[in-house]
């Protein structure tokens, strides 16, 4: 199962980040077959914290498209109706007499099947993972070397850029932004945190795994690293540092501060994972001296001054600025999600020559377009995730699943830290590895039983046998 996941895995990031009808059509058709298969399958129990948290999320995001009549509208959300009169003619000449509370119900249609289809996606991924021995390492496995094909092409197209994406697809707009398959090199950033975190795990997971099953000394762990058997945890290193130095190049600084939470977590899960202080040595001095390398091939210099320039967050203030009347408009039922874009141009923006799409902070946007009505949904949601991944990380498992789990854990932290100044979720192929990592965070480790059966069907499979 692992390959068809990092197949579309793949596919959500190489088709330019699924943002286009095409891409993210595609990707929904594989998320469906496979929720089908996976149904087929899985055994249904009964829905916990986090299913029942998002159902209310769902009904929320659903009472969002349901037309109301005008009376029941103007007492829920009384700026709607002068925000619609002023763009809608039907509404305003009174040939209209119910509406829905988004101000653009097929946008939020849109983004409520984004959801839907996120969540199916984590729980396939999570579904197979309890069910399947081996299939996170699998699957982590898969993304290291996904992570370096697109760190990679990301580092060569920004060596030899001609304007086009992946050298032969011209966008919309043109690419002046652009890092990799993605036009905005904040959303590769954004990619790159939740890919190399992962990775970070998986590698840690490998070095744990070993260390755990004998006492070794120095020596006999740089003997074992010299070794046949250590020659993948050298090429995942390899791998990371090469996905590092790619979110490095790409002078994203909501990237860069991301990816810098999520190593300071990681580090943090190693002192306190390890028991051995040779463990605890290896492993954050990796993460440090991974990091302290890569900012010196940089440049501090270089980094310094573009952490100066804050020409692009003083664009950002003036934005969250100008979207704070509509969240005073619309803060109960909320604009509608995905309809940030429509909803400004009923108001005033200090920089008029702009038209924004996006807020370029996910809280904020969710807050304007959501209002109370989801923004409390999403809370108890996020409370649930949250609270669940503690749990696991507390439950019995092997060394492997549990740094994989903690990988994707600080994953998640990083771009939450990004999303204060971006919108990197709100690209599909973001999401769908966003979704991956909520699944492999959340996921029951498999029991004991179903690993031993596992070990011993593959040791008396007719081809081992053979």
């Not at 440049?299 to 704070?324: M, Q, S, V």
């Not at 874009?341 to 005033?348: A, F, N, R, V």
């Not at 949601?381 to 060394?399: A, H």
Request: charge should be positive; proline fraction near 4%; charged fraction near 15%.
């Amino acid at each position: 199962m692992s390959p068809v996941l990092t197949s579309l895995l793949a596919w959500g990031v190489l088709s330019f980040g699924a943002v286009y009808p095409w891409g993210y059509g595609t990707l929904a058709a594989g998320v469906a077959i496979c929720a089908l298969w996976t149904a087929r399958q899985a055994a249904l129990g009964r829905p916990g914290v986090v299913l029942s948290s998002l159902g209310l999320l769902i009904l929320a995001c659903a009472a969002q498209i349901i037309a109301l009549p005008r009376g029941t509208l103007e007492q829920l959300s009384p700026h709607i109706s002068q925000f619609l009169s002023g763009v809608d003619i039907a509404y305003a000449s009174g040939a209209v007499n119910r509406h829905a509370l988004s101000i653009d119900p097929s946008q939020t249609i849109l983004a409520l099947g984004f959801i839907f289809f996120g969540f199916a996606w984590a729980w396939v991924c999570a579904s197979v993972a309890r069910r399947t021995g081996g299939f996170t390492r699998a699957l982590a496995r898969n993304i290291v070397a996904l992570g370096l094909l697109v760190a990679v092409i990301g580092l060569a197209q920004k060596a030899t850029f001609n304007g086009k994406l992946l050298w032969f697809w011209e966008p919309m707009s043109y690419a002046t932004n652009a890092f990799g398959p993605f036009v905005n090199r904040n959303h590769f950033a954004g990619w790159m945190i939740l890919a190399l975190m992962l990775s970070v795990g998986y590698l840690f997971g490998r070095f744990s795994s070993r260390a755990a099953s004998r006492e070794s000394t120095w020596r006999d762990h740089l003997l074992w690293i010299g070794s046949p058997e250590g020659t993948p945890i050298i090429l995942t290193a390899v791998a990371i540092a090469v996905m590092a130095c790619s979110l490095l190049w790409t002078m994203s600084r909501s990237g860069i501060a991301g990816a810098g939470a999520a190593v300071t977590i990681l580090t943090a899960a190693a002192v306190y994972r390890s028991n051995r202080r040779t463990m605890r040595v290896a492993l954050a001095g990796y993460l440090l001296l991974t990091v302290a390398g890569l900012v010196a091939w940089r440049g501090t210099d270089t980094l310094f001054a573009w952490y100066g320039n804050t020409g692009t967050l003083e664009w950002r203030f003036d934005l969250w600025k100008d979207t704070l009347p509509a969240l005073e408009d619309f803060w109960m039922t909320g604009s509608g999600l995905n309809t940030y874009d429509t909803l400004m141009l009923g108001y005033p923006r200090t920089h008029m020559t702009q038209m924004p799409r996006e807020a370029h902070n996910d809280y904020l946007q969710l807050a304007v377009e959501g209002g109370l009505l989801v923004c409390i949904p999403v809370l108890l949601l996020i409370l649930s995730v949250g609270r669940t991944i503690v749990r696991r990380l507390k439950q019995p498992q092997d060394e492997m699943t549990w740094w994989i789990r903690m990988g994707a854990a600080a994953g998640i932290c990083g771009i939450a830290v990004q999303e204060l100044t971006e919108f990197s979720l709100q690209i599909p192929g973001v999401a769908l590895l966003f979704a991956t990592c909520v699944a492999l965070a959340v996921h029951e480790p498999v029991p004991v039983q179903s690993r031993r059966r596992n070990r011993t069907a593959r040791e008396t499979s007719p081809e081992l046998a053979a």
